[in-house]
C-alpha cells in the first residue's frame, strides 16, 4: 500500500493550492481517506475526511468553507482543494487511510493504518 501526497508550494495569502494524494494497494472507494496537516512544533491536526462507499466528508473547523475535500475512485486518488489560504494554514499535509474506521475516530491520526509522506504547503503573509 502506498500514499503518495503532491500538490504543495510556496503561494501569498488568499491563494489556492490544490493537493492531491495517490493511492496504490488499495480499492479506495473501500477506504476513508483522510488530511491531516503538522506545523512546525504543533502536534499532527485532522484538517478534512472523506467517508468509504461514497460516505460524508468531515472537516474541521478552522478550514470550513475554505477546503474541499473530494475523490475520484477511478484515479486512485483524493483531493484537497485548498482556497483563502492564510499563513496559518502552513504546514507540512499528509494523507491517511484506513478501511475499518469508525466515524467517531475519523479525527484520530492513530486510528488511521497508511500514511503518505507528506506535501509542504507555505503561505506567505
Known amino acids: 500500500v502506498q500514499l503518495q501526497a503532491s500538490g504543495g508550494g510556496l503561494v501569498q495569502a488568499g491563494d489556492s493550492l490544490r493537493l492531491s494524494c495517490l493511492t496504490s494497494g488499495i480499492t479506495l472507494r473501500s477506504y476513508t481517506v483522510a488530511w491531516f496537516r503538522q506545523a512546525p512544533g504543533k502536534e499532527r491536526e485532522f484538517v478534512a475526511a472523506t467517508g468509504r462507499y461514497g460516505g460524508s466528508t468531515f472537516s474541521a473547523d478552522p478550514v470550513k468553507g475554505r477546503f474541499t475535500i473530494s475523490r475520484d475512485n477511478a484515479k486512485n486518488t483524493v483531493y484537497l482543494q485548498m482556497n483563502s489560504l492564510k499563513p496559518e494554514d502552513t504546514a507540512v499535509y499528509y494523507c491517511?487511510?484506513?478501511?475499518?474506521?469508525?466515524?467517531?475516530?475519523?479525527?484520530?491520526?492513530?486510528?488511521?493504518?497508511?500514511w503518505g509522506q507528506g506535501t509542504l504547503v507555505t503561505v506567505s503573509s
Open positions: 491517511a487511510a484506513d478501511r475499518g474506521i469508525i466515524q467517531s475516530s475519523i479525527r484520530t491520526p492513530l486510528h488511521y493504518d497508511y
